[in-house]
């Protein structure tokens, strides 16, 4: 069985907790119990109906409000596959939610209200997962019962977002459009009758086809070492397993192998997954690997097959979209967490910081703010075995954080 | 029925092994947060695996209320020599002696809360810089929002509103002295993947998770275990029903499902046709809508 990763988008008030708590129900996903808590809760705040929200909106803050400040994560299971949903806020001010449950996702949903059309918050999520190479959008124009089930306003919409889709500079995701109303459940899970004129699928019927996951397996392959693991018992005396998760790629028993950044090479002994050894790893799979030659290997090297080895680099540029009040300052030193490697690194330019309303460039930054998306030039203290981000997503990123409060304050997807 | 949701999704054990390797690698002292229940079982096969052929590199911490299950003490004591990890053992009793905690009283009293001081300590005594548990975060709304790598401070609070954020599989696992991190291999997992992991990896488990008949007290509609320190007013008959348990805690918060699955299959069977999510045994839950939040707030698990 496969997993299916979502992100949801959307402003405030456009009813994507109605629609994920209408797919939780028409999959009978919830239980009981969840709803009768629903029930008392929607009471207490003095609504007649159910509202959905509560569900997602898991803590006190957010109920009090009626937002969603963070990140929810919802799993629920079809006949097809399972799926966990990133629900992410629509506010401005948590851009950076937004990129952290898009991050991972295979499929972004953004919601657009269809009295509305396309608004400020439409601009931001479609930059976003255009920046993050999110293979599928679906944009779900929703309270179709509001505009009469119109097909005018549909397309009108639809050709508004692919012009929008079509002025940004950079990754262009698949796109699949569909009328719905999530409250009265229109071609959630199956096809309404009140749009005749559309010729696609239901919601769920799209999300159970999509291809979940992506090619991986046939980019280079990429081996950030985790552990080294040493038993040092007497069965097991002089063994020396190397253990990490594959990136991307395949690795197979006996392929010859360059560890990096020292650049020597050997073969793979053994591939075991516990007690079961594997002829073959692909991208994804946990496992420990052990070698032909003992080189000096510790945490933080990266193993790749010696046929596909990646440039090694201390001077890069990036997109970097900033995390934290605490701004970034130019030639300050932060640590960039890489694969399992840490390594001092600093801002040395900002080029330009991308305004995603406008389309604009804005030059001459020397500062970056929370949620800012800029193109910036850095220097790392030890070199990096990183490839650009639209060939290879896993091994083109990586995180800033800052030393002196640990926090993470900012993610980076290698541009070149 | 439903062969298809019978199937654990592999990826899930290669993000949980993932998950394990980075707590053991970015901290100096981790230990795993020991129930005795099916999750942290589940974790403990897991963290076989990731550092197989060699042993699991932390002690296993079991937080004793004093009010457990027979079988799971059994079990706990069987699956530590089994693997051949250390146990630590936390009790709730000797915090009670020292005047560190006081007892709740009546009918619905509890150790549940109690714990969390008897946490605080051990880690501290111990200086365990990250804890690994099996909570998951379908579990509950308030560990929906929770991070896998969750950072608490000097008094083991955990601040919903001031998360760091977690990108792609990146995990911050950098503190200030006094702080400590709660690791959570098993996040993205629901019970039902639990259920068949559990199922496929052959997994022995404590017996009360399967039918069997036991002396329960029926208040309120729900059925409670019963041993001598559990509250009973003259009033209140025990009754033999056949039962078993979908989660276990403490016996004094974990009620009784009328049940006559006795085999991991027929409890696969039940959970798909359930209509009472896992956590509607748990009176330790039911106490407030944000009973959750509120006690990870002081430093529960």
């Keep these: 069985m496969d997993v299916l990763r979502i992100a949801t988008a959307g402003s405030v008030d456009d009813g994507k907790s109605t629609l994920i708590g209408r797919l939780l129900f028409e999959t009978n996903s919830i239980t009981k119990d969840k709803l009768e808590a629903l029930e008392k809760a929607s009471q207490r705040k003095g609504i007649g109906f159910l509202d959905l929200s509560l569900l997602t909106d898991g803590l006190i803050a957010e109920r009090e409000q009626g937002i969603t400040i963070d990140v929810a994560h919802i799993y629920f ?80 919409i639809q050709a508004d977002f692919e012009n929008l889709a079509t002025s940004v500079d950079g990754f262009k995701p698949q796109l699949i459009f569909i009328p719905i109303s999530s409250l009265l459940g229109d071609n959630l899970t199956s096809l309404s009758l009140q749009t005749p004129w559309y010729t696609g699928h239901s919601l769920l019927h799209i999300l159970e086809h999509i291809q979940a996951v992506e090619p991986v397996s046939k980019k280079e392959s990429r081996l950030p070492i985790q552990y080294v693991i040493r038993p040092r018992n007497e069965r097991f005396h002089d063994f020396r397993g190397y253990a990490g998760r594959l990136l991307s790629g395949r690795l197979a028993v006996g392929d010859p192998v360059t560890v990096l950044p020292s650049g020597r090479s050997t073969r793979i002994n053994k591939l075991l997954q516990y007690t079961h050894e594997l002829q073959e790893a692909v991208a994804g799979q946990s496992f420990t690997l052990t070698l032909e030659d003992d080189l000096d290997i510790s945490r933080g090297d990266m193993l790749v097959k010696s046929d596909e080895v990646p440039k090694v680099i201390s001077e890069f540029k990036s997109d970097v979209c900033w995390l934290h009040q605490q701004p970034l300052l130019t030639n300050k030193t932060y640590l960039l967490q890489h694969g399992t490697s840490r390594t001092k690194a600093k801002v040395t330019h900002i080029q330009y910081v991308v305004d995603p309303i406008f389309q604009r460039k804005i030059e001459s930054r020397e500062t970056l703010g929370m949620n800012d998306i800029a193109r910036v030039i850095l220097r790392t203290a030890k070199p990096l075995p990183i490839d650009p981000y639209r060939v290879n997503k896993a091994n083109g990123s990586f995180i800033l954080i800052d030393e002196t409060t640990n926090q993470t304050v900012g993610v980076g997807l290698n541009a070149l | 029925m439903n062969e298809y949701l019978k199937e654990f999704p592999r990826e899930l054990e290669d993000e949980a092994i993932y998950i394990i390797r980075e707590a053991a690698a970015q901290f100096e002292r981790p230990a795993i947060l020991f129930s005795g229940g099916k999750d942290s079982i589940t974790l403990v096969r897991l963290a076989q695996k990731a550092f197989y052929p060699g ?37 709730v009793q000797d915090d009670i002696n020292a005047g560190r905690v006081t007892e709740e009283q009546g009918k619905f009293a509890s150790r549940n809360a109690l714990q969390t001081v008897t946490l605080l300590r051990i880690i501290e005594e111990h200086k365990f810089d990250a804890c690994l548990g099996g909570a ?135 959970i798909i046709a359930a209509t009472v999510s896992e956590r509607g045994t748990r009176l330790d839950d039911k106490r407030s809508e944000a009973a959750m939040e509120q006690r990870k707030t002081n430093g529960y698990f």
């Design chain 2, 55 to 91: 042993k699991i590199p932390f002690p296993l911490v079991h937080i004793d209320t004093g009010h457990n299950f027979e079988e799971t003490i059994l079990y706990r004591d069987w699956l530590v020599e089994n693997v051949g990890a250390d146990l630590i053992i936390g009790s």
């Design chain 1, 77 to 156: 299971n079809t006949p097809k596959r399972k799926f966990i949903i990133a629900d992410t806020p629509g506010h401005v001010e948590y851009t950076r939610n937004m990129i952290t449950g898009a991050s991972k996702a295979n499929v972004s949903l953004i919601l657009i209200d269809a009295r509305h059309g396309i608004v400020e918050q439409t601009y931001r999520h479609f930059l976003i997962a255009s920046l993050l190479c999110v293979p599928t959008v679906v944009v779900c124009i929703n309270k179709m019962d509001l505009v009469a089930f119109s097909e005018k306003i549909f397309n009108n």
């Design chain 2, 136 to 270: 998951r975060r379908d579990e509950e709304k308030a560990r929906a929002k929770e991070r896998i790598f969750s950072v608490r401070n000097d008094f083991g609070q955990w601040d919903s509103k001031n998360q760091r954020p977690e990108l792609f599989d990146f995990l911050n696992g950098r503190i200030q002295p006094g702080e400590n991190v709660r690791v959570f291999p098993i996040s993205n997992w629901t019970e039902l993947d639990v259920w068949n992991y559990i199922r496929e990896e052959e997994l022995p488990l404590p017996s009360i998770y399967f039918a069997h008949e036991r002396a329960v007290l029926e208040r309120d509609g729900v059925l409670w275990p019963y041993a001598d320190f559990v509250y009973k007013d003259s009033k209140e008959k025990l009754i033999p029903r056949q039962v078993r348990f979908r989660t276990v805690g403490d016996m004094s918060c974990t009620a009784a499902l009328p049940s006559s699955a006795s085999t991991i299959e027929e409890i696969i069977e039940e």
